[in-house]
């Protein structure tokens, strides 16, 4: 079957697969990617973590069925929790994606794994920060990314033909938990806060990463590592993201006062600069996608 997908992507002729299967479909990523799914027409089987354990081997391959393409949006996604409980994020976001990407081997389907910035360590020595690219060197420095890097690699043994997406400080822009929300949320009091200015990423707009995740389900990425990066364009430290969004609501950003990391400890480290280059991606097929302040006007007016 023949579909054609517009929109803030280019317009473009694809072929829709027999059926995409996602996990994780109650969190972030998955119930957006979900909706857009079943809004294009696709046949659309989506799972919360309570329906599909994906840390059950055996569950994987009673669900997944030849011409699927699941995508993996489960993850144990609390980066401060994961280092106290080590064992609960290795089993969700390493062994989990291993018995996804066996069952996909075993039953002839494809696999779209998410996973991090924070498989990369911001450190680079006496070179200027620039932004990473698929091949770099990865180096997490805390559980979180150590477990999502673990998850690659056994996506990529099982199953050489997955597409690992790594993504970057995803936000929906309204209700919830990240930092765009929140930020949003405290726009409307009146009280000064303090936001770390010592990191540096790409903000991701779900919407648009979930255009890129559905370009990639369609089959017209060819990843030569068999991993792109999608996130908006450009980078911006956590200061500076703060008070665009303070600006965007019409708040005052004068309210927003930077801080380092120092000035509130996590029991996790962040890497100080994660910005994810586009450019090998666009290479491999991967459309481009916006840059993050206009993604992010588009968030807040949404």
Not at 90 to 106: D, E, F, H, S, T
Not at 127 to 138: K, L, V
Not at 199 to 212: E, I
Not at 245 to 266: I, Y
């Amino acid at each position: 079957m023949v579909s054609l997908v517009a929109g803030a992507r280019r317009a473009r002729l694809v072929t829709v697969v027999d059926r995409v299967v996602i996990c994780g479909a109650g969190g972030q990523v998955g119930s957006f990617l979900a909706a857009e799914a079943i809004r294009q027409g696709r046949d659309v089987l989506a799972l919360t973590s309570s329906q599909w354990d994906i840390t059950d081997r055996e569950l994987a391959t009673q669900i997944v069925q030849a011409g699927d393409v699941v995508v993996n949006c489960a993850a144990y996604t609390n980066v401060d929790d994961s280092e106290r409980d080590e064992a609960g994020a290795y089993a969700i976001n390493a062994a989990g994606p291993g018995y996804l990407a066996q069952a996909c081997a075993g039953a002839g389907a494809r696999l779209v794994h998410i996973s991090t910035d924070y498989v990369f360590s911001g450190d680079f020595g006496e070179a200027a920060p620039r932004p990473y690219e698929p091949a770099d060197e990865t180096g997490p420095l805390g559980v979180y990314g150590q477990t999502k890097l673990a998850g690659e690699r056994a996506v990529l043994a099982a199953l050489p033909q997955a597409v690992v997406v790594r993504t970057a400080w995803v936000y929906t822009g309204g209700g919830g938990k990240d930092f765009v929300a929140t930020m949003r949320r405290l726009a409307a009091g009146d009280r000064v806060i303090e936001v770390v200015d010592d990191q540096t990423g790409s903000p991701t707009y779900v919407a648009d990463l979930v255009a890129a995740l559905l370009e990639v389900v369609d089959g017209g990425v060819h990843a030569p590592t068999g991993i792109v990066h999608a996130a908006n364009g450009g980078e911006v430290n956590r200061f500076e993201q703060a008070r665009a969004v303070f600006e965007g609501v019409g708040a005052d950003p004068e309210r927003v006062r930077p801080v380092s990391s120092d000035h509130n400890p996590r029991p996790a480290r962040r890497p100080p600069y994660s910005a994810l280059s586009g450019r090998q991606s666009q290479d491999a097929g991967l459309s481009p996608l916006r840059p993050w302040r206009a993604a992010l006007d588009a968030a807040l007016d949404f």
